[in-house]
């Protein structure tokens, strides 16, 4: 069983940083792409940021110049470096990672999530 587990989350003043970690755990599986998305309450989950196993990285316009994805491939992790936050960043952040296990096509995993709140 391939489990996505996400730390880092939390309350912040407008203006701070948080850094934000996913570790995908099990076993015999090989990761493609992972990446960060986030739902405000009340909103649609969006794309935050995603990195491919080759190192390309995709960003929402609006957030590339604040927020860096960054890959360890080594340790299966994922992790977001989120700079100059402002309340309206505040989401539950979700990682996910397409998980190729054998011969099967990739399926997408999800992590619980991770609440990050920015005060005004």
């Known amino acids: 069983q391939v489990q996505l587990v996400e730390s880092g989350g939390g309350l912040v003043q407008a203006g701070g940083s948080l850094r934000l970690s996913c570790v995908a755990s099990?076993?015999?599986?090989?990761?493609?792409?992972m990446g960060w998305y986030r739902q405000p309450a009340g909103k649609q989950r969006e794309l935050v940021a995603a990195?491919?196993?080759?190192?390309?990285?995709n960003y929402a316009d609006s957030l590339k110049d604040r927020f860096t994805i960054s890959r360890d491939n080594a340790k299966n992790t994922v992790n977001l470096q989120m700079n100059s936050l402002k309340p309206e960043d505040t989401a539950v952040y979700y990682c996910?990672?397409?998980?190729?296990?054998?011969?099967?096509?990739?399926?997408?995993?999800w992590g619980q999530g991770t609440q990050v709140t920015v005060s005004s």
């Open positions: 996910n990672a397409d998980i190729k296990r054998g011969w099967s096509p990739p399926k997408a995993y």
């Open positions: 099990g076993s015999g599986f090989t990761i493609d792409d």
């Open positions: 990195t491919s196993k080759y190192g390309l990285t």
